[in-house]
């Protein structure tokens, strides 16, 4: 018999069901996701993972406390967001975690 808790972990194991927030996007957020590939996104040197970014201290911010989720060109209301958009980029999808060189701390 196939409980619930090994359905989950087998179709996991398989990637069949996402375990990160962010690949949960429907089809139409993947569209507007801005990918690091972009040339403004080059220029900017946007990141998905601001941990390997190469960060440095910023208007009384640690450069580790600097993330898109607190940048004031993110535009989504609750900090903790797994995406969303920024003013930087046209409103096209940013990951929370992430961080480009346009950094600004959010008032
Ligand atoms: S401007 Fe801010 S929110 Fe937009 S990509 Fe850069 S760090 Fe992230």
């Known amino acids: 018999m196939t409980t619930r808790r090994t359905?989950?972990?087998?179709t996991a194991k398989l990637g069949l069901i996402p375990l990160f927030p962010v690949s949960m996007l429907s089809q139409g957020d993947d569209a507007k996701?801005?990918?690091?590939?972009?040339?403004v996104a080059k220029a900017l040197r946007y990141i998905e993972d601001a941990t390997q970014a190469a960060r440095s201290d910023k208007m009384g911010v640690t450069a580790a406390d600097q993330l898109c989720s607190n940048c004031q060109f993110y535009t989504v209301s609750t900090s903790d967001a797994a995406l969303g958009p920024c003013m930087l980029f046209?409103?096209?999808?940013?990951?929370?975690?992430?961080?480009?060189?346009?950094?600004?701390?959010?008032?």
């Open 33 to 39: 996701k801005i990918t690091t590939d972009d040339p």
């Open 7 to 10: 359905f989950i972990k087998t």
């Open 90 to 107: 046209q409103n096209r999808l940013v990951v929370g975690a992430g961080w480009c060189a346009g950094w600004v701390p959010k008032r």
